[in-house]
T-cell receptor, first 110, second 113 residues
């Protein structure tokens, strides 16, 4: 069945460092891909999305490109801030449902 | 627009008691999802509704769990009787159209003593 695999955390970086969180997926067809973020004590929020191959989603300095050839949707940010500390979930849609990865916890040190 | 509203935010109760969690989806959204989040198992889909009809309840862990959606603006998730292993954060989410991103509530943190 469809699945999402993302790098295990926690990931700890210093402020202003470059961030990459890897995500690969297994799916039939061409699902839409998402990154969600969960801040402490809150629900998941959509961070960015891409609906077809080679699309690049971007928001708040984060970017991810839908790579069909490598079935990947890696999340990147050029310069992270302490406020980016959160749990990040990669996800794909399948019919009515969204299939989530297990999440990657990110800690940014000042 | 108001987001997905869940109540209560926190619930602490003793095992064996009935627990009812509530959710109000975003107006105009026609799909509603209930999730459970724990450290051990991550985010699990329990059940979802489309136009108030349950479509897939394969994630409901046991018969102790039940969910209803009597109208487009309200849903409940009930656990009876509750057990300590039900302790988790329960999220409700809604979406307008198939395949669109889901909008999550802030969750109910449930502790069963």
């Amino acid at each position: 069945g469809d699945s999402v695999t993302q790098m295990e955390g926690p990931v700890t970086l210093s402020e202003e460092a470059f961030l990459t969180i890897n995500c690969t997926y297994t799916a039939t067809g061409y699902p839409s891909l998402f990154w969600y973020v969960q801040y402490p004590g809150e629900g998941l929020q959509l961070l960015l999305k891409a609906t077809k191959a080679d699309d690049k989603g971007s928001n708040k300095g984060f970017e991810a490109t839908y790579r069909k050839e490598t079935t990947s949707f890696h999340l990147e940010k050029g310069s992270v801030q302490v406020s980016d500390s959160a749990v990040y979930f990669c996800a794909l849609n399948r019919d009515d449902k969204i299939i989530f990865g297990k999440g990657t916890r990110l800690h940014i040190l000042p | 627009d108001a987001g997905v509203i869940q109540s209560p935010r926190h619930e602490v109760t003793e095992m064996g008691q009935e627990v009812t969690l509530r959710c109000k989806p975003i107006s105009g959204h026609n799909s509603l999802f209930w999730y459970r989040q724990t450290m051990m198992r991550g985010l699990e889909l329990l059940i979802y509704f489309n136009n108030n009809v349950p479509i897939d309840d394969s994630g409901m862990p046991e018969d102790r769990f039940s969910a209803k959606m009597p109208n487009a603006s309200f849903s409940t998730l009930k656990i009876q009787p509750s057990e300590p292993r039900d302790s988790a954060v329960y999220f409700c989410a809604s979406t307008k159209n198939r395949g669109q991103p889901q909008h999550f509530g802030d969750g109910t943190r449930l502790s069963i003593l």
